[in-house]
């Protein structure tokens, strides 16, 4: 019998009848003839509101605590569904994801899955049970509670459906699918109907609110189809899927905006071998996780400015972490600038097209925006711009490549 992974996130659990929905959703699945695995979010803002609450407690809470807390949210969710279940007639029965051997790492409030034990699931679908499992958690090899990052419920959702061979993980969601850029920013956004991994890969990553970029990897990695779609209607959504031939054509396919952004510029570093090495090795082992790496040379070569972008939280540690780097390196100055965004064009069609970089530089030039940084990848396309020019700059650009609704 095939297997079907669904998803819902918070949006979609966040009421009492809501929930009643998802639940009639997942029955519909099974009396269709699929073994049904549901994986929830926490109820509405609840992860939100708990976190407020720990900040309230604590200016700094551990953050083995915080996952401690975090998790409770989930662990409401999975059971009100599987009473809903139960009070529709069927039979279900919720895991949380310790329960499920969903094992981390113990990097808490953004630990990995090391592996998935699948048997637990597998025995209570053979016993024709919906099996509900908490998103977004896991448990060390230790037995101490991991969350594995905002959103990640998705990864929960993708990497067990790869750990039981389903045949698609559908994400219901608040929005109908995935959108050619933020419908409230530009409304000329369109639906997409399907992308390949790697795009949504570099969407996710580059701050297209809808999927959690770990999911995606799993889904690239293990062949997972995966089909966002919205938890209040049947119109079929976006379906992410391996690459095809025809793919190619469209050259962007997405235009995104980055805002929860930051750079970290370390000023008047000597311009020697290692120098490089020391200040991320200190940045690796506080796990902060570096977007673009910026290094420009200056004083005929015997200064540099390093640096690189992160999350404007992460920017903030970072800043400390290098504050105590100055003991072993000689920095002249630390700059820490939180009023940027980046905005990127995505598309596997610059793989075979070219001119791309010039038609960006171009439109925004006619904007009149500054752009900041410039960074590039196979696929993607991406500058760092002020704030206050970032909705303008992703305007621009949507239109400038053809995207807008009607064209
Ligand atoms: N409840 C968690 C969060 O809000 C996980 C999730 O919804 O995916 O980040
Ligand atoms: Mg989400």
Known sequence: MSIIVQKFGGTSVATAEKIHRAARRAIKAKLAGKQVVMVVSAMGHTTDELLALAKEVSPNPPKRELDMLLTTGEQVSISLMAMAIHAAGHEAISFTGGQVGMVTDAAHTKARIRSIDGSRIRRHLDEGKIVIVAGFQGVTPDGAITTLGRGGSDTTAVALAAAIGAEVCEIYTDVDGVYTTDPRIVPQARKVTQISYDEMLELASLGAGVMHSRSIEFGKKYNVPIHVRSA??????????????????????????????????????????????????????????????????????????????????????????????????????????????????????????????????????????????ISTSEIVISVIVDLKDAEIALRTLHTAFGLDNGE
Request: proline share 2%; charged share 25%.
């Open 232 to 373: 209040l209607t049947d119109t079929e959504g976006t379906m992410i899927v391996a690459e095809t031939k025809g793919m190619e054509d469209i050259v962007v396919r997405g235009v995104t905006l980055k805002r929860d952004l930051a750079t970290v510029v370390l000023q008047g570093v000597p311009n020697q071998p290692g120098m490089a090495s020391k200040i991320f090795a200190q940045i690796a082992k506080h796990n902060i996780v570096v977007d673009d790496i910026i290094q420009n040379i200056y004083s005929q070569g015997a200064e540099a400015n390093i640096g690189f972008s992160t999350t404007t939280d992460d920017a903030k540690e970072a800043a400390v972490i290098c504050r105590e780097l100055t003991k072993e390196v000689p920095i002249k100055a630390i700059e820490v600038d939180d009023k940027v965004a980046k905005v990127s064009i995505v598309g596997i069609g610059m793989k075979t097209h070219t001119g791309v970089a010039a038609k960006m530089f171009n439109a925004l030039s006619e904007a009149k925006i500054n752009i900041k940084h």
